[in-house]
């Protein structure tokens, strides 16, 4: 690329550590919220009528996160949906965004993996210009305000919903955050999960979720979750053992962030099947 | 009417090259060297909490020698260059080479043009994945580069350190022990006290990490390396 000169631009006073706010001053074009809501805002009349819905495009369904014993755990399928077609079979809703924490997403796919490229990007900006990491707490309130912004995409149909885990050093727990549409952050304690199959996910979580579950035990409850949501919600895709398509399952603790191998899920996965053919 | 004070180009920039250099002789110097993992950052810098080493982006570590404020507003336009270009492109498209470009062309821009010129020495340096593909750009005041490949040195004694290492250092790409043990050294040849670890900032591009190279060392590690 010619070299452009943000150089010049960062001679300010305003000496914010946040890449978000950099881009949306210097570089609003790379924003993609900002970019789709200027395109998408003529429509909207005040006080008419909504404007059209956005074609169908495809759309990530369950993730899950719960806290265990050492730490907190986030998973996710690996389908993507588009209207009744499946889009993708591989695709990834779960990601690291940086050495302690990790988030995952329902919604829309384009503007779900934007959101948490985004992120990432963020928090290691953050990081390498005050050369300290934000703590758990303001990641949380952070990846909020993004939410926020993408506010007017939701009018749309360009629902974001992301499921954001941490391990707190300070705590030294692990901690999970959930987020609704106008970027409002709560906390919950033990367990969570969101899109189309969350509910079915929630249900089987509260059956088996404890927070002295050991790590084992926890990738197991989180799979059998992941499972019963896929066999109620067409949404949601179910480990498949032919294609070796597992979902994908991160372990947030005091060491880091890593994820669960795939030999271990197939082992797993295939027990799981085993025992339900027995039952 | 008077005539507008004339002075002849020459005399200006030799006037604020000597200003520069000046700024920077005051400051502490800073060695890059490459070891057989990756490059050894060392500054001698007795704060605990201000840092002359930072780093860039994956594999891209900066450091600058001379005035704080100047190589800090530096340091930032680096990282947020750098981000964007690796959000609009790949993570790999990310470059010492078109940053210390973009520096050169600022620190340039900057020194003919701007009332005062910058009193900075800039580093930069990216490791590569085998290690003849080390990059080590030495940056100055005017925006003039030279690239390394094996150590370079920025700071007030940064001659004098070049020339003792050009000396010592031999063929062979140095263990982490031994460049680290050469760099301090170094700083004691220069000086008239060797400056004991504690007053050593330490990092490396470590090249068999994942995704971010850099590392701090800190005093725990620094003992343990060189015992």
Redesign the interface.
């Known amino acids: 690329m010619p070299f452009e000169t943000p150089f010049q631009a960062s001679f300010s006073l305003d000496s914010h550590s946040s890449f978000y706010h950099y881009l949306s001053v210097h570089k609003p074009e790379l924003l993609p919220m900002a970019k789709w809501h200027n395109l998408i805002n003529p429509s909207i009349s005040p006080g008419g009528s909504m404007p059209t819905q956005v074609p169908p495009l495809p759309h990530g369904t369950t993730v899950l996160a719960f806290t265990y014993q050492q730490g907190v755990l986030i998973a996710g399928d690996r389908r993507a949906t588009e209207g009744f077609q499946i889009a993708s079979t591989r695709m990834e809703k779960v990601f690291q965004t940086d050495e302690f924490s990790a988030m995952a997403i329902a919604g829309a796919a384009g503007p779900c993996m934007e959101m948490a490229k985004l992120f990432r990007i963020e928090l290691e900006h953050y990081e390498k210009l005050d050369g300290q990491p934000l703590t758990c707490e303001g990641k949380a309130n952070h990846l909020g305000q993004m939410v926020k912004a993408n506010f007017p995409l939701v009018l749309q149909g360009l629902v974001v919903i992301p499921l954001f885990v941490g391990y707190d050093q300070k705590r030294e727990s692990g901690r999970i955050f959930k987020y609704d549409i106008t970027g409002g952050r709560y906390e919950e304690t033990d367990f969570h999960a969101v899109g189309s199959g969350g509910k079915d996910a929630r249900n089987s979580l509260k059956e088996h979720c404890k927070k002295s579950l050991p790590e084992q035990e926890a990738v197991r409850v989180a799979l059998r979750a992941l499972v019963n949501a896929a066999e109620e919600d067409v949404g949601t895709g179910g480990p498949d053992v032919f294609r070796r398509i597992y979902p994908t399952i991160k372990l947030v603790d005091h060491q880091g962030v890593r994820d669960v191998e795939e030999s271990t899920l197939a082992s797993l996965c295939e027990a799981l099947i085993t025992r339900r053919q027995d039952e | 009417m008077p005539l507008p004070y004339y002075v002849s180009p020459e005399q200006m920039m030799q006037d604020r090259a000597e200003y520069a250099k000046k700024g920077i002789a005051k400051g502490r110097s800073i060695i890059a060297m490459a070891y057989g993992d990756g490059v050894l950052f060392v500054a001698d810098n007795p704060s605990v909490s201000l ?1 002359k080493i ?3 982006y994956d594999n891209i570590a900066f450091s600058g020698a001379g005035k704080y404020n100047e190589f800090e ?2 340091r ?2 680096g ?3 750098a ?7 790949s993570r790999e498209d990310v470059t010492a080479r ?1 940053l210390a ?2 520096y050169s ?2 620190l340039g821009t900057i020194f003919s043009q701007e009332m005062k010129p910058y009193e900075v020495e800039l580093l930069l340096a990216q490791v590569g994945e085998t290690p003849d593909r080390n990059e080590l750009y030495r940056i100055s005041f005017d925006g003039s580069i030279v690239d390394e490949q094996r150590f370079t040195a920025i700071g007030g004694r940064s001659e004098a350190i070049l020339t003792f290492l050009r000396k010592e250092l031999s063929e062979q790409c140095p263990s982490l022990k031994d460049a680290l043990i050469l760099c301090h050294t170094s700083f004691e040849r220069v000086s008239d006290s060797k400056p004991n670890l504690e007053g050593l900032e330490i990092a490396v591009l470590d090249r068999n990490r994942k995704g ?1 190279k850099f590392r701090r060392v800190l005093l725990q590690e620094a003992r343990q390396i060189l015992e």
């Open positions: 840092f930072s780093e860039i507003s530096l930032k336009a990282i947020q260059h981000d964007v270009k690796g959000m609009m492109y078109s470009n973009g062309q600022m971010r």
